[in-house]
Every structure is written in structure tokens, then in C-alpha cells.
């Protein structure tokens, strides 16, 4: 697999001790997180830092943000229910596809939001690429995309495995998303996609990747495509304020 070892982003690394903290009850759900600059100072950390894995954790459905309130801890994830297969820089681009930029093509350990849509175990090794969306010169979206392991992907789509291992290492990754890989080598396997649209914002990192402030508005994609009833491919992506209009069908 691309990459040595198993490596945790550092905001993954606080995203996985505060879900931690959630699932061994020291944050129960329906109870309360301690406010920013409190929780900050117990887990020696900075408040853009904890900002950042907050709103990772918010937007994967463990929290809830209640005005007068604070953050809340959910005890279930929320529903979803728009989809739509393609991949995100053919969809958005209007005319020319957008042009995808890799900014990380890397492996590492699943979190909450990987163990739910791949139901991957906790040592598994997840291929994970981060991409931005570029047309006419600006960022357009940011895209995180994880594939299932390989013992998984061997067993439900080989061609899905054999396309992602001709790329590990290759510059050519860097000009593809992991989606569009996936829907090039299924020509003969049939693939099913759900999604979810929420609003959100950018937060710091993002913004920085996008050349956005971080208090920016933007529509967050989650996506996970299956075989079957095996998910492959799990998704999240960030469309800033001003992005292309995205298309949406809504599914009953």
C-alpha cells in the first residue's frame, strides 16, 4: 500500500481521543462537552486545534451543536439521503471537468467516520487521499476520499484493488480522484452510492487549503459507495461558498 506503517493526521489523532472520551462514557450522550477553552486545557491542546476536531466530529454525527447549550454528544448518527454516483470533478465542472491536485495519497488507521461506512476494524490499513478541486485557477472543493482495505477489496472488487495498487507510488495518482478510479475499473461490476448533504463550515485547515477564511460557509458531500451490500469507498467532500453549483438528486 502506498506509504509505510499506519500515520495519523494530527487532527485525526485529537478527533479519535475526543470519540474516544465519547464511547467510554466520560462524555455520555445527551450530556454536555466542557467549553472550548476548558476541554482545551485538559487535553493539552490548542483551541484552533480542538476547533478543527470538533467540527470533524460534529460533522460525523457524534455532536451537536445547541445554541445557549454548548456541544452535545448524540446517541445515534444521523440519517441520510441524497446520492448521487459520479465523480466530483466531473459533476461540479461546468464544461471542462475540474482539475484534481493531490495533496496527500497515504494510509492510516480507521476513525469513527471510516469504522461506520467501511465497517473497518481498528487495525485495519485504509488507503486515504486528500485532493483539492481546481478550475479556471481557483480551489473549488476539497475532497477526502478512504477505500476499504485490500482483503476487502480483493474479496468484493479485484479490479477496484489491482487499479489502486498500479497507482501507489505512481505521479500519475495525483491527477485522479480515488472515486473516478473506482468507476473506471467497475465496468462489469454494478456499484451503488449513498450520500449526505449538510451545511457546515471550512474551520482553519480547510480554509487554509482552499484559500477560504475559516469561518467560510460550505456544503459538506459524505459518500460511500458499495458491492452489494460491501462498502468500497467512503467519501467526504468540502464545497466552499462560491464553489460550482453541485447537482443534487433527492431520492425517496
Known sequence: MAG?????????????RIADAVHDGTYPPGSTL??????AAELGVSRP?????LLLLQEDGLLTVRRG???????RPPRRGFEQLQPLEGLIGAGEPLRVRALLRTVEEPTDFTTQHL?????AELRFWESVLTGEGAAAALSHEWAAADEVLDAVHPAFARAL???????????????AVLVEASRETDLSAHSGVTATLLGRRRGEQLGRPADTPAVLV???VRVGETPVLAAKHMLPTGAPALPVLHSH
Request: proline fraction near 9%; charge should be positive.
Open 4 to 16: 509505510s506503517g499506519q500515520r495519523r493526521r494530527p487532527v485525526v489523532a485529537l478527533y479519535e
Open 34 to 39: 466542557p467549553s472550548e477553552p476548558k476541554l
Open 49 to 53: 486545534a480542538l476547533r478543527e476536531a
Open 69 to 75: 447549550v454548548g456541544r452535545t454528544v448524540n446517541a
Open 119 to 123: 465497517h473497518a476494524p481498528a487495525r
Open 165 to 179: 495498487r498500479g497507482l501507489d507510488g505512481e505521479p500519475g495518482a495525483a491527477a485522479v480522484s480515488m472515486l
Open 222 to 224: 459524505t459518500q460511500v
